[in-house]
Structure formats: C-alpha cells, structure tokens
C-alpha cells in the first residue's frame, strides 16, 4: 500500500520561510514525479510546483516562482518543497502528490497518490 506523508506546516509570518517535506512509501515500480498542490479555504486544490526524478521537468506557478524551491532526492521518492518570502495568499492546506508522469502531478483529477495535507498558515 502506497502511503505519502507530508511535514513541516506552521504558522509564519510573511516575508518568512517553511520547508515542506514528503515522504512516499511502498510503491515498488521505480521513482515517482513529486509535486505540491495548495488548497485555501473555500477554493479549488491548485498545483504550486511540481518535478520528476533527475530534475529534468521542473513546473512552478507564476506566484510561486523565485520564492518557492522543489527538490526530490536522487533516486528517491522524497522531496521537499522550501518556501521563502511567504505571503499571506500562500496560506493553505498544502498536499504532496505523487504521480506516474510530470502530467499525473499538474493536476489534481490525474494524481495517482495523495499525502493528508499539512496547513499553511502565513499572517500578515
């Protein structure tokens, strides 16, 4: 059984930093594409960044870009998501998707695997 497991949430204050990471375990069939989606309340689960084994697709939304780093370990299915100049329309639930393919970790309907979520809490 496959199980995702995502740390490292809190309460900031903005202009400060979090690093997020996830864990994939039991899957069996190589390394997975990693990515990180945001939820706030009341709206749709949207993808922040996301990246495939050897770095070789790497994918960040237009807000998130320059102040958010995605990093998957060599080999591994374990990745990190370090967030820097955090603003308070950053604040969310924030899930770890794994997935099959950089497609399967863009978008929410197409996530083979999905962490619990771990809040984001960024006051201004």
């Known amino acids: 059984q496959v199980q995702v497991v995502e740390s490292g949430g809190g309460s900031v204050q903005a202009g400060g930093s979090l690093e997020l990471s996830c864990v994939v375990s039991?899957?069996?069939?190589?390394?997975?594409?990693l990515g990180w989606f945001r939820q706030g309340a009341g709206e749709e689960r949207e993808a922040v960044a996301a990246t495939c084994p050897g770095g070789r697709e790497i994918y960040y939304d237009d807000n998130v870009k320059f102040r958010f780093t995605i990093s998957q370990e060599n080999a591994q299915n374990t990745g990190y998501l370090k967030m820097s100049r955090l603003k308070a329309e950053d604040t969310g639930v924030y899930y770890c998707?794994?997935?099959?393919?950089?497609?399967?970790?863009?978008?929410?309907?197409?996530?083979?695997?999905w962490g619990q979520g771990t809040q984001v809490t960024v006051s201004s």
């Open positions: 039991g899957y069996t069939h190589g390394t997975l594409c």
């Open positions: 998707a794994a997935g099959t393919g950089i497609s399967k970790v863009l978008a929410s309907h197409l996530v083979n695997f």
